[in-house]
């Protein structure tokens, strides 16, 4: 039997599970225990692991087995139950975390001795082509990563960045609720410009300070909200000169902040909470 804890971030939900000293087949548990009606019911798990390189490992899976660099609400969650369970406690205000993205710090908001909050440095956001990467006919890597893409009778303008993970956005004038994310992101995640495939974002400006987003994830499909997601759907809308220093971003499952300091690392700021707790029989 394994214990897991639910929790969600702005309507991100992922399933957390202490994977110390445990053997098991993370790709098909993932697959497994994030189905609605069969399963939990999650956006992924966050599994915990020793780290040589910092306080503490996570490794992200998706709904579809396939393993994620890395997971902007996914570390929030991670780092509330690593320091609400007792497996680590953070230093000076500070926590470690290594990634398949490398080690990210986080700074938690406690109250009570639990987290509710955290703000994760998610990284200098990539705007080089080969380091998304995408692969796209007559575009280098010292070009803007900006393109236009036909989808079911939809012209997208897309820019594309890494933020430790592949994104594609498109700042749209249509309203984004009234857009078919589904059925577009679905193509666009597996279109062969994107190698690695590409988590596919549709953004309205709403203000030089605040952007309504919607996210498909790779892996996941459309979800309530992301942590990398919005940091893309943020910095995308920034390198286009369309918003400033500080952002809100209005998601489906509630709204995350996203700010740059003098060295342009993106911040990513949300709230943490606990669902419930289990155990997996399987």
């Given at each position: 039997m394994?214990?897991?804890v639910k929790l969600q971030g702005a309507g991100n939900d992922y399933i957390a599970i202490d994977g110390?000293?445990?053997s098991y087949d993370w790709n098909q548990l993932?697959?497994?225990?994030?189905?609605p009606g069969f399963g939990v019911g999650s956006d992924g798990i966050v599994v915990v692991f020793d780290s040589d390189q910092a306080d503490i490992r996570m490794r992200v899976y998706n709904p579809d087995g396939s393993e994620a660099e890395i997971s902007g609400n996914g570390?929030?969650?991670?780092?509330?139950?690593?320091?609400?369970?007792?497996?680590?406690?953070?230093?000076?205000?500070?926590?470690?975390?290594?990634?398949g993205d490398g080690v990210k710090t986080v700074y938690p908001e406690l109250e009570n001795g639990k987290v509710i909050s955290s703000k994760v440095e998610m990284g200098i956001p990539n705007f080089i082509a080969s380091k998304i990467p995408i692969?796209?006919?007559?575009?280098?890597?010292?070009?803007?990563?900006?393109?236009?893409?036909?989808?079911?009778g939809h012209n997208l303008e897309i820019t594309c960045l890494s933020v430790g993970n592949p994104h594609a956005v498109c700042i749209m004038e249509?309203?984004?609720?009234?857009?078919?994310?589904?059925q577009v992101g679905s193509i666009v995640e597996?279109?062969?410009?994107?190698?690695?495939?590409?988590n596919f974002e549709i953004v309205n400006i709403i203000s030089r300070d605040k952007i309504r987003a919607r996210i498909f994830e790779r892996g996941a499909g459309e979800t309530l909200s992301s942590g990398t997601g919005s940091t893309a759907s943020a910095s995308a809308s920034r390198y286009n000169g369309l918003v400033d220093d500080s952002v809100e971003v209005i998601l489906?499952?509630?709204n995350l902040n996203i700010s740059w300091d003098k060295k342009d690392m993106a911040m990513l700021e949300g709230p943490s909470e606990e669902v419930f707790s289990g155990i997996w029989p399987k």
């Open positions: 394994l214990h897991f110390r000293e445990k993932s697959l497994d225990m994030s189905r570390i929030r969650l991670f780092t509330k139950f690593v320091i609400d369970q007792g497996i680590v406690s953070p230093s000076k205000g500070i926590l470690k975390i290594e990634t692969s796209v006919p007559k575009l280098s890597d010292s070009d803007k990563p900006k393109f236009n893409l036909e989808i079911l249509q309203n984004v609720d009234d857009f078919p994310l589904v597996k279109h062969e410009y994107f190698p690695n495939r590409i489906d499952g509630g």
